[in-house]
């Protein structure tokens, strides 16, 4: 379904949204902004497809105009683990990166 679960913490990596879609939500997601998952679930995109959606604490959106009448998420793919980015970050460090992070500190 999605590599996260309710109150993990996940980073934005994708804020383009269609433009008309203000319309639709209260408040949109920010790149590179952390969030906290308060719902996974399956939702339907703006195409009709299926989609993982997720909701966010601190975004509180309207409901969708549809039988199941739930609160309008996002798409999963839109967010990564903050702990899969940060372990990213450090797998990019260069190896004289690394050697200047193990030289001791005069104080």
Do not use: H, W
Not at 32 to 56: K, P, Q
Request: charged residues 35%; contains cysteine.
């Amino acid at each position: 379904m999605s590599n996260f679960s309710i109150g993990d913490k996940v980073v934005c990596v994708d804020d383009k949204f269609p433009p008309d879609i203000s319309k639709l939500y209260d408040a949109l997601p920010v790149k590179d902004s952390t969030y906290v998952v308060r719902d996974i679930r399956l939702g339907i995109n703006l195409t009709l497809e299926g989609d993982v959606s997720v909701l966010l604490i601190g975004l509180v959106n309207p409901k969708a105009d549809s039988k199941a009448n739930l609160e309008r998420g996002f798409r999963a793919d839109r967010f990564r683990p903050l702990e899969e980015l940060r372990s990213e970050k450090t797998e990019s460090t260069t190896v004289e990166e690394k050697k200047k992070l193990l030289q001791p500190v005069e104080v």
